[in-house]
């Protein structure tokens, strides 16, 4: 990926390893689970960190379309296209932060950990993780599935960026997803492998947005 600072650090089996703060487990867990919890559409969306959109990655713009604010220390927005709806998305992108001491690592090991649990069910399940050497930085890219009947019905690839709050303790994830269903899933496959470094670099040279959170 030429241009890309990141390098690669791990693709294939990741050994455990025990959570340093049991205390902000909960968090960990909320921060590292599947995209594949599906959303809704509430009558309004709050925006926590002071960024309502629009976020621009690549040449689209995606607007607030939901948050969420699941504990103390955690909170997550989704930003859809105008024309896309939160249950039937084809292109998200996700902010997710947590607060309080968690180590970067952590957070990253959990993920894979994961990824390595849902391969075992999920013929489709694979992923990359890269790191930028200079600034601590992962970025996680992975795909998954989900299958009804033997029949493959959604299929969804992820890039997530993991960071240090600047500011503050805590986690940064910026995020972006892309989802194809049903007949469509093949040339969707077929796509990515051509569109998949493209987004990963776009990600990684993304300037990561100021937060300023705004609790309830």
Request: with cysteine; glycine share 6%; aromatic share 10%.
């Amino acid at each position: 990926m030429t241009g890309n600072p990141f390098t690669i650090v791990k693709a294939g089996k990741h050994q455990k390893r025990n959570m340093k703060s049991a205390s902000l487990y909960f968090a960990i867990i909320l921060i590292t689970m599947a995209s594949f919890i599906t959303t809704g559409e509430p009558a309004t969306v709050k925006d926590y960190f002071g960024i309502p959109g629009p976020l621009q990655f690549g040449k689209a713009s995606y607007f607030l379309s939901w948050s969420a604010h699941p504990a103390n220390n955690y909170f997550k927005q989704e930003y859809l296209p105008a024309n896309e709806k939160p249950d039937t998305y084809s292109n998200m992108m996700m902010i997710e932060v947590a607060t309080g001491a968690i180590a970067l690592g952590d957070i990253v090991k959990t993920k894979l950990n994961e990824m390595e649990q849902r391969k075992k069910t999920d013929p489709l399940c694979n992923y990359q993780l890269i790191q930028n050497p200079k600034t601590g930085e992962y970025l996680l890219d992975f795909i998954m599935s989900v299958s009804t009947g033997g029949t493959t019905t959604i299929a969804e690839w992820n890039a997530y960026r993991y960071t240090k709050l600047p500011d503050q303790k805590g986690i940064l994830l910026f995020a972006c997803s892309k989802r194809s269903y049903g007949a469509a899933i093949p040339s969707f496959l077929r796509l990515l492998k051509t569109q998949r470094a493209n987004d990963v670099n776009t990600l990684s040279a993304c300037s990561l947005p100021a937060i300023k959170i705004k609790p309830d």
